[in-house]
């Protein structure tokens, strides 16, 4: 089989390799279909991640086709599509007794800390695996796992109808909780810098969108939703986003942190405490692919509209580039199979 290696810092590699099918009674193998390009990708790409050793087989937003199944395999079966949570813990530590097992503290991602869909097979536990509808593409449910990831956020921020939602940001992610968030009825802001990324938040339903180079973020807030917006999100993922966000909050807000910034940020908890505001993490997904399964299949989301590339595998270098080239109005990137 085929499989795509970053070797070293900005070099990927096909190469040919055995592949020995399932071991464990408990495993399927799946023959990727597609699978998407992550800003995680890139950053592991450009060698901006330190906890990843090379060389590593990337990418987490994959699909394809069940080709074998363990024994004790029962939800599975051979030729169903499926797509696969990336996110794997211990199971056993308390935080996963409790049900958190995305913040494990041993948990790991396929496709970053371990190896993952860039190669024709791979092998992996069932329980990470979801069949998604007959009608859905293969390149489309290569999407789910960032789905997973605004439904982890919308959750957390406990979401509703009611609300007005500000999203700084529109890429991927940005994109993701615009229509997830409409799917709720929600009230939605986007703000990004991309006019392009701005036109494809308003065709997701987005009620506002605003360009950030013309407008400030507190402009932009105080005329969509005066006084302040319920849930506010920074899909961009700086320190300094955060500070503001204390200021954009309505009362009893909602300030979603899902940004890996080591910097510190002042926030002043007087703020936090007249408006009682609430700060809250969101990592990955937990177990919320069934819940993006159920959004495809009522056509909730329009993944199709937020591929802006398709290559073949061999091509996956070109695909890096082009993506890194192409980052102010690419939204997906997709190798197909
Ligand atoms: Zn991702
Ligand atoms: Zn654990």
């Known amino acids: 089989m085929r499989v795509a290696k970053l070797v070293e810092k900005n070099k990927i590699a096909v190469s040919e390799e055995e592949f020995c099918g399932v071991t464990g009674s408990d495993e399927v193998v799946i023959q990727v279909k597609a699978v998407g390009i992550c800003g995680t990708d890139l950053h592991i790409f450009q060698g901006e991640r330190d906890d990843v050793a090379l060389p590593r087989v990337m990418g987490h937003e994959l ?17 169903d599509k499926v797509i696969l949570d990336p996110v794997m813990a211990c199971g056993v530590c308390s935080t996963c007794q409790k049900g958190h097992e995305n913040v494990c503290d041993s948990v790991k991602c396929f496709g970053v800390q371990m190896d993952g869909g860039f190669q024709d097979y791979i092998r992996v536990p069932a329980k990470q695996v979801y069949r998604f509808p ?22 957390r921020a406990g979401a509703c109808t009611e609300d007005s939602i500000a999203v700084i940001g529109a ?17 939605v802001l986007a703000m990004d810098i991309s006019d392009t990324k701005l036109n494809k938040a308003k065709e997701f339903g987005a009620d506002a969108i ?3 180079k013309d407008t400030s973020f507190k402009d932009a807030v105080e005329c969509f939703a005066p006084g302040g917006v319920d849930v506010i999100i920074d899909a961009v993922g700086i320190s300094p986003f955060l500070e503001q966000c204390i200021d954009l909050a309505a009362s009893y807000g909602r300030i979603m ?4 910034d080591g910097r510190p940020a002042e926030i002043k908890p007087v703020s936090v405490t007249k408006k009682e505001l609430s700060i809250l993490g969101s990592r990955m997904n937990c177990r919320k692919m069934p819940m993006v399964v159920e959004w495809l299949e009522k056509e909730m989301i329009q993944p199709k509209k937020m591929i802006s590339r398709t290559y073949v595998l061999q091509d996956i270098q070109q695909a890096f580039i082009d993506t890194i080239e192409h980052s102010d109005d690419n939204i997906k990137t997709i190798i197909r199979f």
């Open 63 to 79: 699909s394809g086709i069940v080709t074998e199944a363990g024994s004790s395999v029962t939800h599975l079966k051979v030729g």
């Open 257 to 260: 942190v899902i940004s890996f």
């Open 134 to 155: 007959e009608h859905i593409s293969f390149e489309e449910a290569a999407l789910a796992e960032p789905f997973s990831v605004a439904a982890n956020i919308l959750s």
């Open 210 to 212: 605003v360009n950030t």
């Open 171 to 187: 890429g991927t992610i940005g994109l993701s909780i615009v229509q997830a968030a409409k799917g709720l009825g929600a009230r």
